[in-house]
């Protein structure tokens, strides 16, 4: 199975020019799924009215289910979407005529975009079944959640896409995280992260497929960038059966302590003559 993952710039203002900016990739490589970064379809903002709500069905998420269609593949994009006049930061899974949405969880404040004035947290995880690969879906923070990887990994995750819009001090600190994920869960991950400064801070890149150990299988450049990663199925399967998860721990009552300070008098040294 392959897999592209489309470490590129979604523009603001310009649903048009993403989606262009899909086709030419989608028609120029040969994969099963193709992984666009968080919110590729509106670019990263976190002004509304510049994210083009009305506008992305018919510029943007139509014609790549047309294109998913035409060229037999699988597509993951970040995109918002609005519910009964709430807004999600979204991953839209567009497979031929069916299209599902996944609702990212954990809302960061510290990027380029204030998130929890912006959206609403989702709730609810998401496995597709793509040439019967399990795929667990998730979108940036969510993967500071160690109960969302171990629900993954317990429900019988081959292989968890993270799409993610992180700035270098983000990345930084998401690196460590990510490989942490893997090893607790002996789980594949994949990370697809914008690239570029049209939001006002630079994107850094860096995606990544992480193995089960936390090693770096593929690393993408700080650039624009497409890897194709060629994924052995049968790989992926005996990495699931001999998947080894931390389990919860269960907790007696807890043991509180008091302590008290004393007023330092008996360890004060003494002097080898006076005592």
Partial sequence: MKIALVQSRGLINDPIVNFFKARMRINNVNSDIFIFPEMFCSGYIGDEARMRIGELDEKILSKL??????????I???CPRKEKNELYNCAMVISGENTAMYKKMILTDDGAVVETKTFMPGNQPMIIDHMGVNIGISVGDDL????????????NADLLICISAFNEKQMDRFDKIIMSRAIENSLHIILCNMVGSDCGQNLIGRSKFIGPDGSVIERCTDSSDIRVLNIDVDALKESKNNRKIISNMEFGECIRVKTESGNGTNHKPKCPVFG
């Fill in 76 to 78: 993951i994009c970040g």
């Fill in 144 to 155: 500071f959640s160690s109960e969302l990887c171990k629900y993954y990994a317990k429900n």
């Fill in 65 to 74: 289910t047309d294109l998913s269609i035409n060229r037999g593949c699988t």
